[in-house]
T-cell receptor, first 114, second 115 residues
Framework: DQQVKQNSPSLSVQEGRISILNCDYT??????FLWYKKYPAEGPTFLIS?????DKNEDGRFTVFLNKSAKHLSLHIVPSQPGDSAVYFC?????????????FGRGTQLTVWP | DTGVSQNPRHKITKRGQNVTFRCDPI?????LYWYRQTLGQGPEFLTY????????KSRLLSDRFSAERPKGSFSTLEIQRTEQGDSAMYLC?????????????FGQGTRLTVV
């Protein structure tokens, strides 16, 4: 059962524009959410996270929004740059019971073109 | 210490052979995780250590798989009698136990190909 879903396998955005990557989850016990970025042949790199007590977290060009009632989160990248082209994974954790185990979505391939 | 280190980066083995992978976590991290990623999928949890204790194992971890973390430092993942379905990227991650808002840092992975 896929508890974290990324329904868009790919996204193409022009440089300078906003990239919006979406993620849905089904487990209401999830209370910590993360975004990872992955280049080919490398491990995932942590990007940004958000706790369920917040609805927004911002770090430079990256902002994550959390809508708990809709069980939905999104990652906004503004402005998008060609170096942002990578696969982005959404991940979630139930810190109370799963001891840090992460549940990942299938990823969204972001392509930023000049 | 610059991050999580995994060796080897690539491994090609014949079906039926045994393979062992090593992971060196970030030195002060007491939590260590193994994940597996196949093409088109996100990483899937395999097992988790807190210090030297293996606290959780996924149903994905069949009897042919065994993981250890002696002395709570590096970890090894062994696959016995490899099968073609074991071909995947094996990822190791580490994190701190406290504070709770802490992300897991991943290594570069070991790409296993079973022929």
């Amino acid at each position: 059962d896929q508890q974290v879903k990324q329904n868009s396998p790919s996204l193409s955005v022009q440089e300078g524009r906003i990239s919006i990557l979406n993620c849905d989850y089904t487990n209401s016990m999830f209370d910590y959410f993360l975004w990872y970025k992955k280049y080919p042949a490398e491990g995932p790199t942590f990007l940004i996270s958000i706790s369920s007590i917040k609805d927004k977290n911002e770090d430079g060009r990256f902002t994550v929004f959390l809508n708990k009632s809709a069980k939905h989160l999104s990652l906004h990248i503004v402005p998008s740059q060609p170096g942002d082209s990578a696969v982005y994974f959404c991940a979630a954790s139930d810190r109370g019971s799963t001891l840090g185990r992460l549940y990942f979505g299938r990823g969204t391939q972001l392509t930023v073109w000049p | 210490d610059t991050g999580v280190s995994q060796n080897p980066r690539h491994k090609i083995t014949k079906r039926g052979q045994n393979v062992t992978f090593r992971c060196d976590p970030i030195s002060e991290h007491n939590r260590l995780y193994w994940y597996r990623q196949t093409l088109g999928q996100g990483p899937e949890f395999l097992t988790y250590f807190q210090n030297e204790a293996q606290l959780e194992k996924s149903r994905l971890l069949s009897d042919r798989f065994s993981a250890e973390r002696p002395k709570g430092s590096f970890s090894t993942l062994e696959i016995q009698r490899t099968e073609q379905g074991d071909s995947a990227m094996y990822l190791c991650a580490s994190s701190l136990e406290r504070p709770l808002n802490t992300e897991a840092f991943f290594g570069q992975g070991t790409r296993l190909t079973v022929v």
